[in-house]
């Protein structure tokens, strides 16, 4: 099997890889090794993307059981014993540019001392008056465990999450049918579009409409279930336990 490791750490698991077998390539690898934490994870879906990727966490930020061990782990990938997972990704249109995302898509204040005003249509159809606060956020299943859930306490498992980060007014969070798309026109700038933890941000400014919805990419991860044991499982209902449970505390 040809496999790439990703991560700043990699050179730490490189050996164990070869020991067990694979075949080094990062130009054409059938899965990637992300060896890290949740962003080294998403920074390897935006380098290959589509390719089947495998969540581990180096020893250095966790404490594993016996079942997620680095070897254990990479054996079974070997046997072709791990589970695969199709996720759904998020993307954005803005100002002649598409942005991905697996956990979410983020419109933010683009100065910290000044909010961003903004109107928010569902299906061409208004949701609210003009909304004035941070921005919002547009989060998939498995990004609700993140950013989304910090904003508002809430994961979901279906659609399409959407939190209104620090509204000046009650504006209540959503979960849409993934086949529902969002219009987003700027009323008062300046704002950036992001997606995930990539570094490239769009620019927005008074008029800059996004157009946000289910994409036609999806992600695929692997062993999310044998990643759920009785060791590390946390006990606050994650749908994927943020990497699948690779926190062993």
Not at 24 to 38: C, F, M, N, T, W
Request: net charge negative; with cysteine.
């Amino acid at each position: 099997m040809r496999v790439v490791v990703a991560g700043s750490d990699a050179g730490r698991l490189t050996p164990l890889v070869r020991e067990i077998g694979f075949e080094l390539d990062d130009a054409a690898p059938e899965v990637v090794i992300s060896y890290g934490g949740d962003g080294t994870l998403l920074g390897a879906e935006r380098d290959w993307p589509g390719v089947p990727k495998l969540a581990i966490r180096h020893a250095s930020t966790c404490r594993k059981c016996s079942d997620h061990e680095d070897a254990v782990v990479l054996q079974r990938l070997a046997r072709s014993e791990l589970s695969r997972d199709v996720l759904i990704k998020v993307a954005a249109e803005a100002k002649g540019r598409r942005l991905l995302g697996l956990n979410e898509v983020c419109l933010d204040k683009a100065i910290p001392t000044s909010a961003v005003r903004y109107r928010v249509w569902i299906d061409d159809v208004p949701y609210s008056n003009e909304i004035v606060g941070d921005g919002l956020i547009v989060a998939t299943p498995f990004g609700s465990s993140a950013y989304y859930r910090s904003i508002t306490r809430s994961i979901f498992r279906l659609g399409i999450g959407v939190a209104f980060n620090n509204s000046t007014e009650q504006v209540d969070h959503l979960v849409l049918r993934d086949d529902e798309r969002l219009r987003i026109v700027i009323t008062r700038g300046p704002a950036v579009l992001c997606a995930d933890n990539a570094p490239d941000p769009v620019r927005l400014s008074e008029g800059n409409e996004v157009e946000v919805g289910k994409a036609e990419e999806s992600a695929v991860l692997l062993g999310i279930d044998t990643l759920l044991c009785n060791t590390c499982r946390r006990a606050d209902g994650l749908p994927f336990n943020r990497l699948g449970g690779l926190r062993c505390l």
